[in-house]
């Protein structure tokens, strides 16, 4: 299984400056390149990279440490495989049951079933007793699908709508039930987009004007480099040293990728990944291998990366239209790219 392969290229950063990141990453310290500083986190199962343009070593320094306090306060709040987050306790409690939710979690959560409702329940926030029999986002390593039998009872009791419901009390505080026992919350596909933009914000605050923040390979920018725009690579699906595409951006904006070549094995000459269909219980196979996603914030366009992913080219453009400003690149199985008129980026057409 590979995990984690390839992150250092699909992390987008100017080529110059991997080697300069791999010394972060090991020795956990604050480095600096010429007028560009990075430091380097291990945060949300990946590997988080803050870029900042020109900023007094100290007043950088500063800036880090906040963007990965926050980071880690939403990873608090928000992971299913930590005992003490508000989403574990969620997932404690009987199904059927009405449970407070927080302002935080509620609205996150109403941003997702907004995706969830567009895509006909393809992307779902509630699939965390399915993800945890694939085993994915544990730390054991996998290596053949579960038993066939297992899948078949995840699905017999998964409902096909409104698997997770939230609603306002009369006080005008929210509440989630969860509908069976083979619901339950895994913010996976949304969580680390929330992050990233909770960051954005606390940047902002702290006055940035000109950053990158990259958690494997969703970001978001802010800015330039001095007056250049940032050059993001987006990871060649099938080759973990090549980028497929490039894309200069510059301003406010994110973009998140999703890709059968995350998290996945190989077993009896077939991929397994880590982002699965519900109407099947096992990975989705649609025809595509990478999906990227361009949007105003992380948030969205992790989501929608995810949920493109699941349903396939056709349908995953027709999600995509409900959400003006989003624009994407859809990697075939083939190593054919489609992409939307609007997408910033040049494809640069490497074998596959
Ligand atoms: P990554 O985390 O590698 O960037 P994604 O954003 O596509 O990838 O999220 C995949 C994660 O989302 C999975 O590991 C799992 O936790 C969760 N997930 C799996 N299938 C779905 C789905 N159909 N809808 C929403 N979330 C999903
Ligand atoms: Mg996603």
Redesign the pocket.
């Known amino acids: 299984m590979n995990r984690r392969g390839g992150l250092l290229l699909k992390m987008g950063l100017p080529l110059g400056l991997v080697a300069l990141l791999g010394v972060a990453f090991l020795t956990g310290i604050f480095s600096k390149a010429p007028q560009v500083q990075t430091t380097t986190r291990m945060m949300?199962?990946?590997l988080v990279t803050l870029s900042l343009w020109n900023l007094p070593p100290e007043q950088a320094e500063r800036v880090a440490l906040h963007v990965f306090a926050e980071i880690a306060r939403v990873e608090d709040k928000l992971s299913?495989h930590r005992p003490n987050t508000e989403v574990s306790h969620i997932n404690q409690v009987p199904r059927g049951t009405w449970i407070p939710v927080s302002t935080e979690l509620g609205q996150l959560l109403r941003r997702?079933l907004a995706v969830?409702q567009y895509?006909n329940g393809?992307?779902?926030?509630?699939?965390?007793p399915?993800?945890a029999l694939w085993g994915?986002?544990s730390d054991r390593v996998v290596s053949q699908p579960p038993p066939a039998t297992a899948l078949r009872d995840w699905l017999q009791a998964y409902p096909p709508t409104n698997a997770i419901e939230l609603q306002e009390t009369e006080q005008h505080t929210l509440q989630i039930r969860l509908q069976s026992t083979s619901v339950g919350l895994?913010?996976?596909?949304?969580g680390?987009?929330y992050a990233i933009d909770r960051a954005i914000a606390v940047l902002r605050q702290d006055g940035v004007t000109d950053a990158v923040l990259n958690?494997?390979?969703?970001l978001r920018i802010l800015g330039s480099k001095g007056g250049e725009p940032w050059r993001i690579g987006i990871q060649h699906p099938r080759q973990h040293d090549q980028v497929v595409a490039v894309s200069l951006l510059q301003g406010d904006i994110a973009l998140?990728?999703?890709?059968d070549y995350?998290?996945f094995f190989l077993y009896e000459g077939k991929r397994y990944h880590?982002?699965?269909?519900?109407t099947t219980a096992n990975?989705?196979y649609a025809g595509l291998i990478s999906?990227s996603v361009q949007a105003a914030e992380s948030t969205l366009a992790?989501?929608l990366?995810?949920?493109i992913?699941?349903l396939g080219p056709e349908k995953g453009l027709a999600l995509l239209a409900h959400f003006p400003g989003c624009e994407a690149l859809l990697i075939t199985e083939e190593g054919k790219p489609i992409r939307t008129p609007g997408f910033v980026g040049e494809w640069l057409d490497k074998p596959f």
Do not use: N, Q, W, Y
Not at 122 to 128: H, R, T, V
Not at 274 to 278: A, C, L
């Open positions: 949300m199962g990946t299913s997702g969830t895509s393809a992307f779902a926030m509630s699939l965390e399915l993800t994915f986002s895994d913010l996976g596909s949304i680390k987009g958690a494997g390979g969703d998140a990728t999703s890709g995350e998290r880590h982002i699965m269909d519900p990975p989705a999906v992790d989501s990366a995810t949920a992913f699941v």
